[in-house]
């Protein structure tokens, strides 16, 4: 598991941007700072697969921010759906994401060197 080290910061409240390449089928999870305030978050994904189809799942864990002392929860997005070659797009959220937690995406191809997975965070 391989967990992202640069700091990324909320521009304008609107979002950023995160690339996750999934070359073996090992998960890769970044964790991405919500910042000092509560946050809306829509994730927006694709996925570019190459030579063969190969199973996919992309799970989104965050803290809720109308519960924060239940922790993190996880939320699938996308679960272990056969993706055919060519590239392909997904969406998950809303996430009310709680002031000082971080957001993470995890996303796991079931056959190496086949799937790129590209993620977008739009948050408010």
């Known amino acids: 598991m391989q967990t992202a ?7 304008f409240g609107r979002g950023f941007r995160q690339v996750l390449s999934t070359t073996n089928p090992t998960t890769v999870t970044p964790a991405i700072p919500v910042g000092g305030r509560n946050r809306l978050v829509l994730l927006l994904g694709s996925v570019a697969v190459t030579t063969a189809a190969t199973t996919l ?6 803290t809720e921010a109308t519960d924060p002392e239940a922790g ?16 392909t797009g997904f969406t998950g959220g809303p996430f009310f994401c709680a002031a000082g937690t971080t957001i993470q995406v995890t996303a796991t191809a079931g056959t190496a060197n086949q799937a790129t997975v590209s993620v977008t965070f739009v948050g408010a």
């Open 5 to 11: 080290t640069r700091d990324l910061v909320w521009q």
């Open 57 to 62: 799942t992309v799970t989104v864990t965050y």
């Open 72 to 87: 993190p929860q996880t939320q699938t997005v996308v679960n272990a759906v056969s993706e055919p070659v060519g590239a």
